[in-house]
């Protein structure tokens, strides 16, 4: 069974930093596409980075040059490098895997993949 577990989030003043992690149990990690999603309150869940089996990333525009998204893949894990946040950067983030196609994944979210249960990043002004 796929598992998904994040850690990292906390609190962070604007412009500060954070890494998100993301370990990933249950099923060979070189084959899946990853991502991190986020979801603030009133809002639509949206992608935030994306990277593929083959290590193609994408970022959303709202990240692009301030979060980075990479792979560990000796422990099995992903990461999620956080740079100069914004206040509009909280939210609860996702971590997100599809094992079948180990594709980017789309900016809708998977419904055929695994999903970690969060975790809040709140940054301040």
């Known amino acids: 069974q796929v598992q998904l577990v994040e850690s990292g989030g906390g609190s962070v003043e604007a412009g500060g930093s954070l890494e998100l992690s993301c370990a990933l149990s249950?099923?060979?990690?070189?084959?899946?596409?990853m991502g991190w999603y986020r979801q603030a309150p009133g809002k639509a869940r949206e992608l935030v980075a994306t990277?593929?089996?083959?290590?193609?990333?994408r970022e959303s525009d709202s990240v692009k040059g301030r979060f980075t998204i990479s792979q560990d893949n000796h422990k099995d894990t992903l990461l999620l490098q956080m740079t100069r946040q914004k206040t509009e950067d909280t939210a609860e983030y996702y971590c997100?895997?599809?094992?079948?196609?180990?594709?980017?994944?789309?900016?809708?979210?998977?419904?055929?993949?695994?999903w970690g249960r969060g975790t809040q990043v709140t940054v301040s002004s």
């Open positions: 249950g099923y060979l990690f070189s084959l899946c596409g």
């Open positions: 997100a895997a599809d094992c079948n196609s180990g594709a980017l994944l789309p900016d809708q979210g998977t419904n055929d993949g695994y």
């Open positions: 990277i593929s089996s083959d290590g193609t990333t």
